[in-house]
């Protein structure tokens, strides 16, 4: 199973990068246009950052969290879930520069390689950002009903979160 | 919403710290917080510069349409509303490829262009069609097969095996996306039932 995980970028790099040669593009030139482009949209998002990182990082040293979940456990007694990544959890469909601060934060205090920064590497990777697609997408149409869009969106990310949880556990 | 979230979160933050008395903790937070976000990007822009000059290569050798075309097959059955060689599906297609190599900023103008293209076959503009609730709950599942920005930020705080979460967020995006998509298909058939 790790195998699988350590050879695909690999492949993936070898594929691309054959094939380019393998049709006669400029390869080289090629990567450093598109290099270039990425150079560009990460400056792009670098505000976004900021006022993610501000905001996340004040509600996160206030502590307010760990009064919420010393409350909540006590509520819920013995079931033992990882209540730290429900911030996550909830902002991961609304925006990902948060999730992706908080999963930042994670790293920071647990490491990358803990049971919380393995999950939340995975719940990161296994959803996206649900409302602020469906509002992007049906606002560039005009849709006014979006019906059951939005609550089947939410639905599979719940589905999910409940695996990234299972699969950190089975998998680690 | 993002607006009315972020002022929540400043706003507990402050008051929070305030009550409980974490003055110290609150003013260094606020202070340091923005070399934070300069660290974080500079953790994620090698790796995110790498990855799309990759994937340009992909774009522009055709890799990328193939790619999109492997996907045709399944999108037939996925969408059977959308007649067959319409412009949309080729939309779709070429969305989801991008997604599932982790090029974000590629996969938005598509999408874009499938809701604009699924948009002129739509009997009622103002209420969205099935196809496009289909394309939403398959976009919005994610399905990332090189997550750069995650395997970025875990070589950055020295993961002993950044890769090794590739796998599993995998078999938890394969998972979502069948429920979101079974979920949508349950409401096609009742609807049509209905009629």
């Not at chain 2, 045709?72 to 080729?90: E, T, Y």
Request: net charge positive; aromatic share 8%.
């Amino acid at each position: 199973m790790e195998v699988i995980s350590k050879i695909i970028l690999p492949i993936f790099i070898i594929i691309i990068v054959f094939y380019g040669v393998k049709k006669r593009v400029n390869v080289y030139d090629v990567f450093l246009e598109g290099a270039k482009d990425g150079l560009i949209a990460t400056f792009n998002i670098f505000p976004a950052i900021i006022a993610m990182i501000f905001a996340i990082n004040i509600f996160l040293d206030s502590n307010v969290l760990s009064f919420v979940i010393t409350n909540v456990s006590k509520m819920i007694g013995g079931i033992n879930l990882p209540l730290e990544i429900i911030p996550m959890a909830l902002l991961r469909p609304i925006s990902g520069t948060a999730s992706l601060a908080i999963m930042n934060d994670i790293f920071k205090s647990f490491g990358p390689d803990s049971y919380m920064g393995r999950l939340a590497s995975i719940l990161q990777g296994c959803t996206d950002t649900t409302v602020y697609v469906i509002a992007l997408y049906f606002g560039s149409i005009k849709i006014a009903k979006i019906r059951h869009a939005l609550w089947g969106g939410l639905f599979a990310d719940l589905v999910g979160i409940i695996m990234a949880i299972v699969l950190t556990n089975l998998f680690f | 919403m993002v607006n009315y979230i972020w002022a929540f979160l400043i706003g507990i933050g402050i008051i929070y710290s305030l009550v409980t008395g974490n003055i110290n903790t609150l003013n260094e937070s606020i202070l340091t917080n923005a070399n934070e976000a300069l660290d974080l990007i500079l953790n994620l822009l090698p790796i995110i510069v790498l990855w799309t000059g990759i994937l340009k290569i992909a774009e522009e050798s055709g890799l990328l349409d193939k790619f999109a075309k492997l996907l045709m097959p399944i999108l037939h059955k996925l969408f059977p509303d959308v007649p067959k060689g319409n412009k949309a599906l080729g939309y779709i297609s070429s969305n989801i490829a991008a997604n599932m190599l982790g090029l974000g900023s590629a996969a938005t103008p598509a999408g874009l262009k499938a809701m604009e293209e699924l948009q002129k076959i739509n009997p009622d503009k103002k209420t969205a069609s099935f196809p496009m609730i289909t394309f939403l709950i398959l976009n919005t599942a994610g399905v990332t097969l090189i997550p750069t920005t995650i395997l970025a930020l875990r070589v950055a705080y020295k993961s002993a095996s950044p890769g090794e979460i590739i796998l599993p967020a995998i078999i938890a995006t394969a998972c979502s996306s069948i429920a979101g998509l079974t979920l949508d298909y349950i409401i096609r058939k009742r609807a049509k039932k209905w009629k």
